[in-house]
């Protein structure tokens, strides 16, 4: 069974609906090794985990400028994981999609993410284990 495609999925309606329409950038099967779990054989050797990430942006002026500058450098999200997969201390993989989500959206400008975080065969008889969380940017106060 394959995995979801999250970026084949759209933002979801209501920000639509709101007339926010936004351009999705994609990171798909980022690999890595990390420390992360709550049972005793996952907290002393580093296991392999996979991230996928959908960003939602309204249209970047990169549509425009043909700059990279002007919208969400996918490279630059890559190595922020890579950094992300070192120096966390969390055990739930929730905790740990929730921090790429904020980052996401507080370090990149993102105003919608879809983050999908998994642990590729953690039990014999399972493919995949893992999470799905979506957020978005807080409506500053004062805004409908």
């Given amino acids: 069974m394959t995995a979801p495609r999250p970026h084949l999925h759209p933002a979801p309606a209501d920000l639509a609906s709101e007339g926010a329409v936004l351009d999705l950038i994609f990171v ?17 050797r580093p296991q392999t985990i996979r991230i996928d990430l959908t ?3 309204p249209r970047p002026p990169a549509c425009d400028t043909d700059q990279i500058g002007d919208t969400i450098d996918y490279g630059v999200v890559r190595e922020r994981l890579q950094r992300l997969l070192k120096e966390h201390r969390l055990t739930l993989l929730e905790s740990f999609a929730q921090t790429i989500a904020d ?12 983050v999908v975080v998994v642990k590729p065969r953690k039990f014999d008889d399972v493919e995949s284990v893992g999470v799905a969380i979506e957020r978005r940017r807080p409506v500053p106060a004062g805004k409908p």
């Fill in 28 to 44: 798909e099967g980022f690999t890595g090794q990390t420390v992360i779990g709550i049972h005793d054989s996952e907290l002393h």
């Fill in 55 to 57: 960003a939602g942006v």
């Fill in 103 to 114: 980052i996401l959206i507080g370090e990149f400008g993102a105003h919608w993410v879809r």
